[in-house]
DNA sequence: CATGAATGAGAATTCATTCAT
DNA sequence: TATGAATGAATTCTCATTCAT
């Protein structure tokens, strides 16, 4: 009968649809406000008047304004992570290359669509990085991919070493978070996109390479 | 560059001589702030406080806050630019891999170095890319590399193009930033270093390959 | 003394009882928390949250928070008067003097338990006293007992006056609050029980030459 | 140059005439809050408004809303005490049933005046007490009463014990309070007054002779 | 030039209470 | 009767910036 965490005030799970809905509304609310206005904008009380919800609504769902921001980057990774595994899981015949290059043209397209939002996420993300309030399991996304790849082919590719696989999915990310925060006109053009390519495959053959020399 | 003796330049101008003092000092200020509190302890009072200044004299030199970050951005990447850019004009005739491997090995090493700060910085820099305030001349510095790097082999390296040069310099900073930003360990291996030097090498010789087929 | 068999009262008057026992488990929810938490983290919905009711319920029952307080001290104030009045009562031709130390040793007994929701008990009542909501027949308990006293002895004790009374009550009950309030060790010494024992024996003697002097 | 204490923000603290003035009328407004509209209308945006300075002002001087509250209870502590410490040291000779009386008219005095600022006070004191942050040296007040007491007169006085100390100094301490609290017409009364000095007067005669039996 | 007291808009968060279901 | 989602006024506190001295 008695509640079992009493410290906690237990913020309700959206469990029902409605609840599903308005959690829906609020994180929408603020990816709409980060896309029009910026991150400094973004405050409480903006959202949920986006949202058409009270304040106090907002706060029902969420414990405070970061484990909104949290959602919202747990979310999006959530979906581009999905989309490039099952990219990958699609045609586990196609050569290492050709895969690189189409997850490289899926990424591109994800990071042209929703700049002005991304980039604010970008910020936020960074600075929930610094404050160390991110939750672990947010940031070894980019493995996952890397051993979907790896599983879809039968294992016959080189592994890449932890280093490896680091360097090379950070810098995939970096590149078109860079390009998004710059607002770089090359992020539209086809020769970003190979030379972003480029980087993936001649990396992946040469570590390959160095893992196994003939 | 610009001065030769301190006791001189104090006589001479001594306001400006002052002056500079005075903002080195808020500026090394705001650095501790960032490295010992990070980014939300920073606000302008405290600056002034632990420069050892009023808040009056902050906004003497300074017009506003974001003055202070900028001016903070814009003298670390020029540190960072004159070390790599005085790296590569002093042996001009180094293999190109072996200067890469050398420039990689530097930029580790400021990374790994004053982590803290350097986390903080990122946010800020990345809010005012954001808010598209900061100066379009910070951002091209990596050219600026490319540039020196053939200039100081005279040429006989086939040019990168934009896109090449911009995919390349920012999959290096993302990598190095994402490090720090994770706290990764590996930031402080060996293999690292190595992951690191070869995204840039197999890059560059498959770029040249392809700019110059036989 | 109302009742009698609880089985009964269930089938006889279900929806009388269901709210008796409703009602119960808000006060003792409110109680709780008080002693676990603290008087600042008494709010409706936790209440409603720790009794296992929905603040709807909650709000059926009470008009408003107020009433919820004022109902949980009424209740301590009864328990509290009746123990003591029955305690007189039980040995009427004990000498004055024993009376009081055990009245005192209740009262001692009383504080000593349960002093966490006691003290915030103490601040709330304290609050309502000071807001003039407290219904006026909360605070002339202490008359009752005094009256009983007498009544117990068949007035061959000298009669307090109202200032007496009042004095004396109120320097009991001050006593004891603020060894509770500042969580003084006396409290579960000895010293501290004679002490106050004292206290009430030497004022009551001394009232007693005043008003009847040889 | 730089700070000692980089993580506490250190509020100025009242050297200044000015900054004096301002912290007493920050206080004086608080004070008079509570006179005229109870505790649940102090809060930090009155006090300032009536206090004739903006809410940033207030800010500058008290950490919180906590620190004015307890620095209100220190100072009217303080002033309390140093009458009753001059009163006593005024008359060393007197007997000391006659410098009980007066002390008890002092105070008596001291609560008539001011009751519903004193009122809510009290419960800001309780509650301050409950959440444990009033600053230890608050209570001990009444200690250096007795011992200024005692040693006003030599320590001809039987000294009395810790338990015999609180129980009389939180005994009058309590009967006061309550007597403002409740609003009692009593308070006006010189029956009270009298009730009130003999409660002090025959507890010390009782103690005395416990102490020190023929 | 320097000072630092003062400003006040603005942001996050709480919680008693209502009311449609 | 019971529910619990929604409300929104109210409150605490921050901090960039100004300006009289």
Redesign the pocket.
Same mark, same amino acid.
């Given at each position: 009968m008695n509640e079992a965490n009493p410290q906690e005030?237990v913020r #309700?799970r959206p469990k029902?649809a409605? %609840?599903k809905?308005?959690v829906d509304s609020i994180l929408a609310a603020a990816t709409q406000i980060l896309t029009d206005e910026g991150e400094?904008?973004?405050?409480?009380? %903006?959202? %949920?008047r986006r949202a058409? &919800?009270?304040?106090?609504?907002?706060?029902?769902? &969420?414990?405070? #304004?970061?484990a909104i921001l949290v959602e919202l980057i747990v979310r999006q990774r959530a979906e581009m992570e999905q989309r490039i595994v099952s990219l990958i899981e699609s045609r586990p015949e196609e050569p290492a290359e050709e895969t690189a290059r189409r997850i490289v043209h899926l990424l591109v397209g994800l990071f042209r669509s929703g700049r002005q939002a991304r980039k604010s996420l970008f910020t936020v993300m960074l600075r929930l990085f610094a404050t160390q309030s991110l939750p672990q399991n947010l940031s070894p996304v980019s493995y996952y991919i890397i051993i979907a790849w790896r599983k879809a082919r039968g294992d016959n590719l080189a592994p890449l070493s932890d280093a490896d696989a680091f360097v090379l999915t950070r810098a995939v990310r970096g590149v078109l978070r860079q390009a998004v925060m710059e607002d770089s006109p090359l992020l539209d053009t086809p020769e970003f996109e190979e030379a972003l390519a480029l980087l993936v495959i001649s990396f992946m053959q040469r570590a390959e390479q160095k893992a196994s020399p003939p």
């Open positions: 005030i #309700k029902q409605r %609840a809905s308005t400094d904008r973004l405050n409480t009380n %903006a959202i %949920a058409g &919800f009270s304040i106090g609504t907002l706060y029902q769902y &969420f414990p405070d #304004k970061e």
